[in-house]
């Protein structure tokens, strides 16, 4: 059965140094940003990482596509590991995981023309000649719905749903298996999100990938994943399918994002209950003790305070971390 | 019949750049009551920040245009003298903006920008008053502590206090129209949730007015009665909120709904976006500026882009298509 998992990651931790005192030569403080994750991605499947600004999600990201080193914990793709992987073995890699970025302007040097910065992974890789290359590129721009008289043109001349399908187009030059998308369609307007949505669905089932899906926006996940995690400061907090996890939200937290999004429909308005947070997110230099939820949390209890909840199904069919869940 | 709060007529904007005109607004009209609430929505360089910024007289410099009336309680803000702005600004009718770090002062505490909202309309408030004011605006938008909080600045706070701050210095001088650029745009789902929550609760106190701008059909579903969906700079469409999601009549609405998904919709349905990117606002498509995105405009016979249309009712909306009333008023099949 594990020979279905594509990527797993075990116990990952991030912990950035901040503060630092000259006196000491030693950081004073540490933002725990992802603090002991764990989870898998089934081969072919979508697995969605949501949560709000400063819960990880994208440290997580990073982590994942080995884009920065773990404190703790491993990252293992297709039964290798990859958190301790050398350079020479990383560039390797870099041909199974490949990373697509929100921000489409900032994620393609303005001084290439597409066409390079599309072909710019296979140079490194010297897989291919010159004239192979410019092969592929063609290829790959007609993949993802860009004209090939698009091949000599510069970023500024694209629009932000251009951009990111030459993102797309760069990610996929090398053949990966996993692609990590951090938040590719919040920097674009709604009638060109869908554009993008369906693209990725395509290539999806057109090509086998395998998605590690990070985004803040619900509706969004919900219509393109198989799994969804929900982040809250640095750890999981529940985790399954989008039936699950949308439809039968058991943790606190799960529950009150669910309910806080605008659902654009005028009349089903008035039959949602909103939950209303009190509050902000506790800052991840010095999270709560025990549960990290407990200070925003209705049904906060004694045992809260003193005893972080494992993430384990407690009886709802997918995995929660919370005392008391729904 | 009363005579509506604010009434826009004809309203245009060009910004002149050196590649030529840009028209922002081009000919966009509507009103709105005492203490209604009306959303504009609409796409990136759709026109409608810049149609906001036109009733608050923000737009400024040789190389803009403004043209048309607005008409608040009887009087035309864009005609008024800059005094007379001034004294509308911030008591009349006040605005907050996207992001409320730039709109406060780094170097001042929240307390003395609160305080300063309300002594600029009313000049030789005593300090002490001035102290009580700003104290009980910060407790009214649900900021705990506020004795501390009053003496911080504005870095010490989240982003969704920040929007508090904002929202708390718009308040106070209880102005009759507030208008709302993207409030929650920046700010996360949770914290959206109280920041709207918020507005609708001093909105119910104070009787003030709303314009939502926004491009999030969630949030104007939420919270609006009327809505106004901009496209190229004019207004393509009119309606009550109900009507404008139950039974869209422009095809560029029904377009930008069938883009978005909603958690209360089927999961598995496939995403239908509207093809194609939106007109340069410099070098604007003859006829109607969504023609060459519109999946209708073939049946038309070459009218959609050479005579731009007019907005007309369709059933208890407005539109501005050139599709026959009853094709409108139906659901269009997708047949056609």
Redesign the interface.
């Known amino acids: 059965m594990s020979d279905d998992l594509i990527l797993q990651a075990f116990d990952l931790k991030k912990h950035f140094p901040t503060g630092a005192s000259k006196l000491l030569q030693r950081p004073t403080q540490v933002v725990q940003a992802v603090d002991g994750v764990s989870l898998s991605l089934r081969r072919g499947t979508t697995l969605a990482i949501v949560g ?2 400063g819960c990880g999600k994208s440290t997580l990201a990073r982590l994942l596509a080995r884009l920065i080193e773990p404190t703790s914990g491993s990252v293992v793709l297709n039964g290798v590991n990859i958190s301790t992987a050398s350079s020479k073995e990383l560039l390797k890699m870099r041909r199974e995981i490949q990373v697509v970025f929100q921000d489409p302007y900032a994620c393609l040097n303005p001084r290439h023309s597409i066409g390079q910065s599309i072909g710019t992974p296979i140079r490194i890789q010297k897989t291919m000649s010159r004239s192979e290359e410019r092969h592929r590129v063609f290829e790959l721009m007609e993949l993802v719905g860009l004209s090939h008289e698009h091949y000599n043109r510069f970023p500024h001349e694209f ?1 932000g ?2 951009r990111q399908r030459a993102g797309i187009a760069r990610a996929l030059a090398l053949q990966p298996k996993v692609i990590v998308a951090d938040e590719p369609v919040s920097a674009l ?7 993008i ?2 693209l990725l669905e395509k290539l999806q089932s057109d090509l086998g990938l395998s998605y590690v899906f990070i985004a ?1 926006d ?3 996940v ?2 393109i994943a198989d799994e969804v995690a929900v982040m809250y400061l640095g750890k999981i907090v529940e985790i399954g399918s ?2 699950a996890v ?1 439809g039968a939200p058991a943790h606190p937290y799960t529950k ?14 008035a039959k949602r209950k ?1 939950i ?2 009190t ?3 506790p800052s991840p230099v010095n999270p709560p003790s025990g549960c990290r939820f407990r200070t925003r949390c209705a049904k906060v209890q004694d045992i809260c305070a003193v005893d972080e909840p494992l993430l384990i199904d407690r009886g709802q069919g997918h995995p929660v971390a919370c005392h008391f869940p729904d | 019949m009363n005579t509506p709060l604010l009434s826009v007529r004809d309203l245009h904007v060009n910004f002149g750049t050196s590649e030529g005109d840009v028209q922002a607004v081009r000919g966009v009209s509507f009103d709105i009551d005492r203490g209604e609430t009306l959303a504009i929505v609409g796409e990136s360089g759709s026109g409608k920040s810049v149609t906001a910024s036109a009733i608050m007289r923000l737009n400024f410099g040789a190389d803009i245009r403004v043209s048309g009336s607005a008409l608040f309680e009887g009087k035309d803000i864009l005609s008024m003298g800059e005094e007379e702005v001034r004294k509308m600004r911030g008591s009349d009718v006040a605005m907050i903006f996207q992001d409320p770090l730039t709109a406060l002062n780094p170097f001042y505490t929240v307390g003395n920008q609160i305080s300063e909202a309300y002594t600029i309309h009313h000049p030789g408030t005593s300090k002490k008053e001035l102290r009580a004011l700003a104290l009980d605006a910060i407790e009214k938008v649900g900021i705990p502590e506020p004795v501390k909080r009053i003496k911080q600045y504005p870095h010490e706070f989240s982003g969704g206090m920040r929007q508090r701050i904002v929202i708390a210095m718009a308040l106070i001088n209880q102005p009759k129209l507030l208008i709302a650029d993207e409030p929650t745009t920046a700010l996360d789902v949770t914290v959206q949730a109280q920041i709207l929550e918020l507005i609708g609760v001093m909105q119910e106190e104070n009787g003030t007015a709303v314009i939502l701008i926004t491009h999030d059909l969630g949030v104007v579903a939420e919270v609006t009665e009327r809505v106004l969906v901009m496209y190229a700079g004019r207004l393509v469409e009119k309606a009550s909120v109900i009507d404008a999601f139950a039974s869209p009549t422009h095809p560029y609405t029904r377009g930008l709904l069938n883009s978005v998904k909603s958690l209360d919709s089927d999961r598995h349905s496939r995403l239908e976006p509207i093809p194609g990117i939106p007109p340069s606002l410099i070098d604007l498509p003859t006829g109607c500026p969504f023609h060459s995105r519109c999946r209708y405009a073939a049946s038309l016979n070459g009218r959609c882009s050479t005579e731009v249309p007019e907005l007309k009712a369709v059933g208890n909306s407005w539109s501005a298509c050139h599709l026959p009333v009853d094709l409108l008023a139906a659901p269009i099949k997708e047949s056609l």
């Open positions: 709000e600004s629009s749903g251009q307007d709604v009638s060109i999100q869908a554009q949505l369906n803040h619900l509706s969004v919900r219509h989008p039936d949308y009150a994002l669910m309910s806080a999004v605008p659902v654009p429909n005028p009349q089903a308005g909103r209303i947070l509050g902000d997110v």
